[in-house]
């Protein structure tokens, strides 16, 4: 069995300020390169480890653009949401948003909170969990663990989108730190959200695994030299992992506007190296409402269920909006 994993796709139909490019032409020239690497390497499934758009309520015309060069795939694809897939960082609001529609459609097969049976020579288990708002508190761990696997499959791959990271990062950032969860039964743990990926673990006979998100978007000097990437994951007797680099990635000196960086070194080094690090950690482009109420909970020691209906208010008030805007 052989299947291609990529993530953090952020379909969008604008340019972020620090691209240089044509945003929406790059990506669709890195998604058809993909879509030939398929057919060469003759891929039986391919993983999407989530925040396939950037916003769960872009514009029909640049879903039904996406969608074609997702159908010429020709195999399955299966996904969980990430933090920009749904309303409120809430993923029961998916039928309300593009990710949902192309499920529903078939285009693509939801995998959250599911078990999969993916068969090809062998049976391999899949389940996903999506991104929540409290993804990496130690308390909700086991989004990151599998605990049983079906006796009749191989192997178990256990999809998330959340900030698992190789080693520990900023303290005040929440993430996971995959020595913190080698107790999973699950023989391929595949991670997205954290944009810079980091190299394969290997870890008691188990492998973690983030080829990084495939658009750039931040413009810290990492991201410049990062050459965005999937991998190829080969199923048999033995596990077989590959980093496929894009051809058609440009160098990030070509493509990332780092002008407003350099400006503003006469703020401090040390400030713009840690505005760099937020930035390109998850995506953190600014503060926004749900990390404001929980940075405000935490710090006011506010209760769980006040802080539970502060989110749902600020949800179904953003839906509203998109849907009376």
Do not use: W
């Amino acid at each position: 069995m052989k299947l291609l994993y990529l993530t953090d796709t952020h379909i969008r139909g604008t340019s972020p300020k620090n691209r240089l490019d044509d945003y929406y032409e790059s990506l669709k020239e890195k998604l058809k390169e993909i879509s030939n690497i398929i057919r060469e390497e003759k891929v039986d499934y391919v993983l999407h480890g989530g925040d396939l758009f950037d916003r769960p309520d872009v514009s029909v015309s640049i879903v039904s653009d996406f969608a074609k060069i997702f159908q010429d795939f020709g195999v399955p694809i299966y996904i969980i949401s990430g933090n920009h897939d749904i309303f409120g960082h809430n993923p029961d609001t998916l039928d309300r948003t593009m990710l949902g529609l192309l499920c529903n459609l078939g285009i693509m097969n939801l995998v959250n909170y599911k078990k999969i049976i993916l068969e090809k020579d062998i049976k391999v288990q899949l389940t996903g969990s999506p991104y929540i708002y409290s993804m990496d508190e130690a308390s909700n761990k086991e989004n990151y663990i599998i605990n049983e696997v079906d006796e009749t499959c191989k192997y178990a791959i256990h999809m998330t989108h959340g900030f698992l990271i190789d080693k520990p990062f900023l303290k005040e950032v929440p993430h996971t730190i995959i020595d913190d969860i080698r107790n999973t039964k699950a023989d391929i743990t595949l991670a997205g959200h954290y944009h810079f990926g980091f190299k394969t673990v290997e870890l008691d006979n188990k492998y973690f695994i983030n080829p990084g998100a495939l658009m750039r978007i931040s413009n810290s000097k990492i991201e410049i030299k990062r050459k965005p990437k999937v991998n190829i994951i080969t199923l048999g007797n033995d596990i077989k992992i590959e980093d496929r680099f894009l051809k058609c990635a440009k160098a990030g000196e070509v493509v990332l506007d780092r002008s407003e960086m350099e400006r503003h070194k006469f703020k401090g080094i040390k400030m713009a190296e840690f505005k760099e690090s937020i930035d390109a950690s998850a995506n953190y482009k600014s503060l926004d409402i749900f990390d404001l109420l929980l940075k405000i909970s935490k710090s006011e020691k506010i209760s769980e269920d006040i802080k539970k209906e502060a989110l749902k208010r600020v949800e179904e008030a953003q839906i509203n909006g998109v849907e009376y805007k």
